[in-house]
């Protein structure tokens, strides 16, 4: 069965640059949702979009931005990255936005040095 | 808000015993799923198994198996005949139906099964 895409799986940016990390969700779900797990700790919920429309936002740092375009498919835009932002970031897709299981991609592991 | 407890960071166990993972949560709504995820050293999220909070019926899934308490607001997974490849991160999550339907994710619990 198909999974959820994501690409890159691994990406080294230096301070103050700017990343793009890119989801593809299963075919026919429509929501997607991103979250980020730093080293140790759970995933975070960041921001989730039903049919291109942002549907609910979570603890999303102003530098970062994020949408969904009409093929599903959804890409997290970060700028002026600090080393902070160093962690595996996850994107997630469901059939429907009405609590139905989310299934996990194998995340984009990002180093900020 | 709602949260998610796991309060065993870590335990380990024999191949073929059972293990039993608690997690606790607190919420206001009536309407909800828990789920189990598995996070091995691969990193992958990995869906262990669901329950949604209007059946009473525990939810199984082949050796893993859920004891759902919902007055008591508890989820603990049960695995029986422990495997190697059980050995993972295993978090508890929770997310409403019909609002937010993000997952609130527990702190985790490392498990590991020894030969």
């Known amino acids: 069965a198909a999974g959820v895409i994501q690409s890159p799986r691994h990406l080294i940016k230096e301070k103050r640059e700017t990343a793009t990390l890119k989801c593809y969700p299963i075919?026919?779900?429509?929501?997607v949702y991103w979250y980020q797990q730093g080293p140790g700790q759970d995933p975070q919920f960041l921001i989730s979009?039903?049919?291109?429309?942002?549907?609910d936002k979570g603890s999303i740092p102003d530098r970062f931005s994020a949408q969904q375009f009409s093929d599903y498919h959804s890409e997290l835009n970060m700028s002026s990255l600090e080393l902070g932002d160093s962690a595996l970031y996850f994107c997630?897709?469901?059939?429907?936005?009405?609590?139905?299981?989310?299934?996990f991609g194998p995340g984009t592991r990002l180093t900020v040095l | 808000a709602q949260t998610v407890t796991q309060s065993q960071p870590e335990m380990s166990v024999q191949e073929a015993e059972t293990v039993t993972l608690s997690c606790t949560y607190d919420t206001s709504e009536n309407n909800y799923y828990l789920f189990w995820y598995k996070q091995p050293p691969s990193r992958q999220m990995i869906l262990v198994i669901r329950q949604e909070a209007y059946k009473q019926q525990n939810a199984t899934e082949n050796r893993f198996s859920v004891n759902f308490q919902k007055a008591a607001k508890s989820f603990s997974l049960k695995i029986s005949d422990s495997q190697l490849g059980d050995t993972a991160m295993y978090f508890c999550a929770f997310c409403t139906q019909g609002g937010s339907e993000k997952l609130v994710f527990g702190k985790g619990m490392k498990l590991t099964v020894n030969p």
């Open positions: 997630a897709s469901t059939e429907d936005r009405v609590a139905d299981t989310q299934y």
């Open positions: 979009f039903y049919e291109k429309m942002q549907s």
């Open positions: 075919p026919r779900h429509d929501t």
